[in-house]
């Protein structure tokens, strides 16, 4: 049982380049969410899925776009990354919406040049 | 705008004594409350929760208060242990909605 997972653990980008990092859960858990954790502002929701087949935006969604390929696997792209997406990305899943405690993924740091 | 605040970014005590971890909040639809537990190069893991309609969560040497007139919570750890050494993130959400909002952490440091 590895919980949530996500690949890669780091990268470097050049301005202008994509990417999509991935995350995956073997909990069988309705919800995902993807955040960006920068220094002095804590973890930021950018994207969630409360169920298979819909997605919803956060609170910072401008330069990203999301896939929720099935219940397991929710996808985050970078179309063409900019410096200040320079982060921590981190996955999460929980069992429901709302007040469901939810279970994190061990982060992608990504650096964009 | 930072609808969660912990306004100490660090904290020291020794071990054995109590580490509390403050938190305030903004928004008045929060209803429900957790904090989670960061270590270097690790996502963050759940610590304890709270509801709107309690004031008090025990689990163990953790303890989580709320108080909604004042729009604070805090978590007291008796006794502090070394391996407590870690960044806590306070969090809240409304249960009739998905956007949980993170508060920017506290890293409590235990000294042997």
């Known amino acids: 049982n590895a919980g949530v997972t996500q690949t890669p653990k780091f990268q470097v980008l050049k301005t202008g380049q994509s990417m999509t990092l991935q995350c995956a859960q073997d909990?069988?858990?309705?919800?995902m969410y993807w955040y960006r954790q920068d220094p002095g502002m804590g973890l930021r929701l950018i994207y969630y899925s409360a169920s298979e087949g819909t997605t919803d935006k956060g609170e910072v969604p401008n330069g990203y776009n999301v896939s929720r390929l099935n219940k397991r696997e929710f996808s985050l792209r970078l179309e063409s990354a900019a410096p200040s997406q320079t982060s921590v990305y981190f996955c999460a899943s929980a069992a429901g919406t709302g007040g469901e405690t939810q279970y994190f993924g061990p982060g992608t740091r990504l650096l964009v040049l | 705008d930072q609808q969660v605040k912990q306004n100490s970014p660090s904290l020291s005590v020794q071990e054995g004594r109590i580490s509390i971890l403050n938190c305030d909040y903004t928004?008045?639809?929060?209803?429900?409350f957790l904090w989670y537990k960061k270590y270097p190069a690790e996502g963050p893991t759940f610590l304890i929760s709270?509801?709107?309609?309690?004031d008090k969560n025990e689990d163990g040497r953790f303890t989580v208060f709320l108080n909604k007139s004042a729009k604070h919570l805090s978590l007291h750890i008796v006794p502090s242990q070394p391996g407590d050494s870690a960044v806590y993130f306070c969090?809240?959400?409304?249960?009739?909605?998905?956007?949980?909002?993170f508060g920017a952490g506290t890293r409590l440091t235990v000294k042997p």
């Open positions: 928004n008045s639809m929060f209803d429900y």
């Open positions: 969090a809240a959400s409304a249960l009739w909605n998905n956007d949980m909002r």
């Open positions: 909990m069988n858990h309705n919800s």
């Open positions: 709270i509801s709107s309609i309690k």
